[in-house]
């Protein structure tokens, strides 16, 4: 058996037993609205918001700086958009744009913003509803964390300095290191 086999076993176990408990935490605490409004009649099948009973989002991406939103409507309507507000003052304005959508087909709305947009018809205000698209995440692991996934995260990394550390004073001392050999 090769010397380097029971470290190696130790390494692959420790991995998974650090890895198993962050991702069994790992909850969604997203829980949708329920709302009574569904999609119109004839609404293409990729639908990812419901605005109100005659309007939907079928797509919405991030580009250049710009959140471009694709709606499409089974009447003409007009929506209001407004971009994510500054979170860093305690007072200001909103500002808002209407965008028209022609009735069966999709309509291309840009809107400047750096994070995310609120959007609403004059029929989903008399329902009390407004709507929020987020900036869409690039992340390969998304957030947000919490203080438990920071240490989770320095322990992990605390241990891996750790098993290296180990591995090369045992395989210095066994003598299979492939630096070289030493005169005595």
């Known amino acids: 058996m090769n010397p380097r086999t029971p470290i190696l076993l130790i390494l692959i176990v420790s991995c998974i037993a ?26 293409p099948s990729d639908v990812d918001l419901v605005v109100d009973e005659n309007v939907v989002v ?19 309507k007009v929506v209001s958009v407004a971009p994510q507000v500054d979170a860093g003052s305690e007072a200001g304005s909103v500002s808002f744009r209407a965008a028209v959508v022609d009735a069966d087909t999709t309509t291309t709305v840009r809107v400047p913003s750096s994070g995310g947009v609120t959007l609403w018809t004059e029929q989903s ?38 098993i290296a ?12 290191a492939q630096r070289g050999e030493r005169l005595a």
């Open 18 to 43: 650090l890895a198993a408990p962050a991702a069994a935490q790992e909850t969604t605490n997203q829980t949708a609205a329920s709302t009574n409004v569904s999609a119109p009649d004839g609404a």
């Open 58 to 76: 079928t797509d919405y991406r991030y580009q250049d700086g710009q959140l471009v939103i694709d709606f499409w409507s089974d009447e003409y």
């Open 125 to 162: 205000i008399e329902q009390q509803r407004f709507h929020y698209l987020r900036k869409p995440n690039s992340f390969i692991i998304t957030g947000p964390w919490s203080g438990e996934d920071v240490r989770n995260a320095a322990l992990g990394s605390a241990l891996g300095v750790v």
């Open 165 to 176: 550390v180990l591995y090369e004073a045992v395989s210095a001392k066994i003598g299979s």
